[in-house]
């Protein structure tokens, strides 16, 4: 496997352990190293009383994306802290990308920006994720040994 | 009605309308002026591979604990920015306690931090939301006008 | 020593290393443990094309509150990531206070904040410090022996 | 006057009144549209108790080239906000380079990065700031006539 197959083989076997990635109707659109892009369509019930996306349904697109990425390595990490800044609401049935991006990944600690667009590439939200490695494999132990 | 009872009255406006809180099991606790305690279960569709609460269930709880805070004063207002940092894990059946208070509250911009805290009074995550004012009422006409 | 006395002679060892704070005029008028108060004049030579004091004064002062705070127990510690939130101008003559007190304090990482705010009480600015421990002492060997 | 000419004049003029930047030994290496590129030396009187470089003083560099790129277009702005993440220490005589980069500028508000490299293009740091636009100009009216 080369790195960015390895990417691939991370986030699906974290995809199909993650129920709330699942069931947000998050896609998995393209993985590489240290980088993802996932999907989501905005549904009727991600609405607040304002009839827009709850921001909580925005970070939890932007926190999988970057969970992906900072994991892509098959070095099992977990978010220490996020930031998010919200610069447009989303509606429903408008469908956000979430492209996350490596700004630095050391032995233990990174730090990945996730930008968030609708379907019209318009900046909804931005978001800042710091990852801390957990010293264990993402992929169960067989499906290393393949690689 | 007086300041606290204001407060409860956008709170139970607010919680009438947000889907979102509802469906993840939220409760309001307490509201008072800039301040709210609101309380959420850990149930087995939060969690994620790591079988403790996804992040982004933690920011939706510390979210609408911000959220109430900074609309206790009849004033509709909407998130600019938010951060969190997760101290510790939550797990299954864990009792999620979110408190919000102001930090500061001018015309028209505020900053809140949350503390959320587990049934053991452990602290699992600090949060901080910069809010922005929209110039409307949280209250219906006819509310108020009994105010 | 009890541990605001200690907080004092982790103060005053680190005050008397840290050419910036003493070059920038500050003072520290209170250490407790894991709080710290720090008092500086604005003078013109940080001010910036507006007429107001640079942010960077403002943070730096922040900052050094921060930073007495999280070593106030005598283990060294240095910043890992900093947020600052500017709500009014300070300006020349402005006599800034700084105010830090703990969040969170771990094994090894903590969580500060910090009050900035003028002569009239007046919030200038809200800053927030995480904290991480080097594993070695504040003080020197010999001071520590007495304690 | 094309887009990169009005960012370096506008660059020039805050230059000189900024003498906070001045002080410090700033230089303003490279200036375009929504961009700059700002350098200084460490030197002995920016060092801390541990003899590397001060935190605010790594800030106060971040914090100028963030200045330069968010009033490139003429648009007076002020930070409202920044936040820093501290990766790796600077010591005496590291040359740090501070690129900042725009990644949303909408009418009023704006959010730039701004990465902070040493002389061997080491991460140093890396800093966001929002930034408020005040609605007057950056240059004179005499200058702004000339374009």
Chains 1, 2, 3, 4 share one sequence.
Do not use: W
């Amino acid at each position: 496997m080369d790195a960015d197959q390895l990417a691939q083989a991370c986030a699906q076997q974290m995809f199909s352990h993650d129920n709330v990635s699942r069931a947000m109707g998050m896609n998995v659109e393209h993985m590489a190293c240290r980088q993802s892009e996932v999907t989501m369509r905005v549904t009727a019930e991600m609405l607040n009383g304002h009839q827009t996306c709850h921001g909580g349904k925005i970070f939890c697109l932007a926190d999988s994306a970057f969970a992906f990425a900072c994991n892509s390595e098959n070095e099992s990490a977990v978010a220490s802290a996020c930031s998010i800044d919200f610069l447009r609401p989303a509606r429903e049935n408008d469908l956000l990308t979430a492209r996350a991006f490596v700004m630095h990944q050391g032995r233990r600690t990174g730090i990945y920006n996730v930008s968030i667009t609708n379907q019209n590439q318009e900046l909804v939200a931005i978001f800042k994720g710091n990852s801390a490695r957990l010293n264990q494999a993402v992929l169960p132990q067989d499906q290393r040994s393949d690689s």
